[in-house]
């Protein structure tokens, strides 16, 4: 089983960026991981994902153009970089793997598997 641990929440205010990292027991040549949030009594919500090989990415509508994945596979690491923060964003972020990655597809939590702990993140002036 893939063992994952997210890093780098904070406290940030809007406008500014984090960098979420997910580090991985094993190599992840071979893996599709997925970043999702959750907001206390909400649903949880893919928000990116790559796949296997960095061959495709995919974001939520509500992140598209703000938030970048990338991946670093000698680091066994993937990291989420968010910019132009906004209250909106804040949740616990999580980091999965994932069945696939396409572009344009619902990112579902429903088929992740391997959760890290997450690592909160808080948008506020």
């Known amino acids: 089983q893939l063992q994952l641990v997210e890093s780098g929440g904070g406290l940030v205010q809007p406008g500014e960026s984090l960098r979420l990292s997910c580090v991985a027991d094993?190599?992840?040549?071979?893996?599709?991981i997925g970043w999702f949030r959750q907001v206390p009594g909400k649903e949880l919500e893919g928000v990116s994902c790559?796949?296997?090989?960095?061959?495709?990415?995919n974001y939520a509508d509500s992140v598209k153009g703000r938030f970048a994945i990338s991946k670093d596979d000698a680091a066994k690491s993937v990291y989420l970089h968010m910019n132009s923060l906004k209250p909106e964003d804040t949740a616990v972020y999580y980091c999965a793997s994932v069945p696939e990655c396409i572009r344009g597809n619902r990112i579902d939590y429903r088929t992740a598997m391997d959760w890290g702990q997450g690592t909160q993140v808080t948008v506020s002036a």
């Open positions: 790559i796949s296997s090989g960095t061959i495709s990415t």
């Open positions: 094993e190599y992840l040549y071979h893996y599709h």
